[in-house]
């Protein structure tokens, strides 16, 4: 089968391009935006990428074309899409294709959450290979332990990122409706996604979707502290629950200097973590990823061990640099519960040391100020911060006016650069947080700082 793939650089898109490709398919592509990594990774698995949306296309490069994979970034109105549609062409959507070809007879374990999907995911994987289950897997990143973000295995059990957003333009359900997990985690539930949901009750009602979806004989793994997820279930749950975060299931005792912390199920010590991960958020996302992985089999101490080796996942909290005592981080951090456990994750590393937070406000809530009050509040605990205000449509300066002098903003990356830079001394611990590129700044904080 040929497939050909209209947003194809996307992290999930892309992921479904090497599925499709392991499983012996041809497979092309075009996207807006062809560049590095994504269009390397694809290119080494001799995927032709074509750069936008033209209609020529059609008689080009996916001319042989069987199905046309849609992805959620394209809409009514793109030349591609409006061809297609007036040709009668064969189209299905990414999350769809996904499971009529690869994932339907299996054991699909999903991870949903507002926050903590990508690492939460990368973490069960690992445990079920380290349990020897050799799961295939696709997740919004790239988990250090494997090195790609999506494979295919002929393992029973496939691990998947569950994400809430909408799975295309002519399907305004959630991704994760289409997966129907057999074990299925619901890590944490706040507002987000404002381009596409109109209040928090919006996305709960998608989360109740999903867990429609699951069998009786399959497992709800459910943050006991999270009042969404609680009305979620209340709306009705036919499976088996099991809580994390609370008294009454699986829960973290406070961790050792060292970091490493005892995990309890049901008041009964079952063993120790010991890992470099930071944060009570990892605590929550390690015990979630346990209760999933003893589902399907992995034993306790096995699982235990097994997260000693794990290395988290690029883009969260990596670093990518020291410079006369200065280190540079990069991380995905980009709403505001995100950002203010990231920086208090790492003042658990770093005590009294000064952090210096560099955000970019990004993502399409972000963008249109949804979040904007909750933005200083979760920058409190950082020395000084500095904003990029370039692409958002709304007063950066007045929305952190109560951080007083210890905040910068600004919509010149250089100028931005250089203010970090200038503020920067040795000891400091300068934490940049966006969920895009951000202009590549971290490559020029290192090269200033060295300079």
Known sequence: MHLHILGICGTFMGGIAAIARQSGHTVTGCDANVYPPMSTQLASLGIALTEGYDAAQLDGVAKTADVFV?????????PLVEEILDRNLGYISGPEWLYDQVIRDKWVLAVAGTHGKTTTSSMLAWLLQEGGLNPGFLIGGVP????????????SFFVIEADEYDTAFFDKRSKFVHYHPRTAILNNLEYD???????LGAIETQ???MVRTIPRSGLVVANGRDESIARVLERGCWTPVENFGGEDGWMAAEPDPDGAFRVRLRGRDVGVVRWDLLGEHNRMNALAALAAARNVGVQLDHGVEALATFKNVKRRMEVRGVVNGITVYDDFAHHPTAIETTIAGLRSKVGS????????PRSATMKLGV??????????DAQLAFCYTGGIGW?????LRSLGKKVMCSDDLNALVAAVVAAARPGDHVLVMSNGGFGGIHAKLLAALAG
């Not at 000064?354 to 970019?360: N, P, T, Y």
């Not at 007063?395 to 929305?399: G, L, R």
Request: charged letters at 20%; zero cysteines; aromatic letters at 6%.
């Open 353 to 360: 040391a000064r952090i210096l937070a560099v955000l970019e």
């Open 371 to 380: 979040m904007k009050d909750s933005l200083a509040p979760s920058l409190e």
């Open 70 to 78: 849609v992805g959620n970034v394209v809409s009514r109105g793109n």
């Open 207 to 209: 989360f109740h979707h």
């Open 144 to 155: 250090e332990n494997f090195g790609v973000s999506a494979r295919l295995t002929d393992s």
């Open 193 to 199: 996604h404002a381009d596409i949901f109109s209040d």
């Open 395 to 399: 007063d950066a300066q007045s929305a």
